[in-house]
């Protein structure tokens, strides 16, 4: 029994969580996460609005509508 407590032991002290828990410091923001968002978000956008456009256009030619 000792042996084995030994072992639990030593396998509880070599051990280390993966996850660490922490307050955010909303003094100090993580300014590359948050422009990298805001970048990914405008460039998904843009996306979004140029596929449009191309469709729109598509749609036009296709129906006689294009000027």
């Not at 968002?37 to 749609?59: N, R, V």
């Amino acid at each position: 029994l000792s042996i084995f407590r030994l072992l639990l032991g030593v396998c509880f002290l070599g051990t280390r969580s993966a996850f660490t828990s922490r307050k955010p410091d909303t003094a100090n923001p993580n300014w590359l996460a948050v422009g990298l968002a805001f970048a990914s978000s405008a460039f998904i956008w843009g996306l979004l609005f140029k596929q449009h456009s191309t469709y729109l256009h598509e749609y036009k030619v296709r129906n006689g509508l294009d000027e």
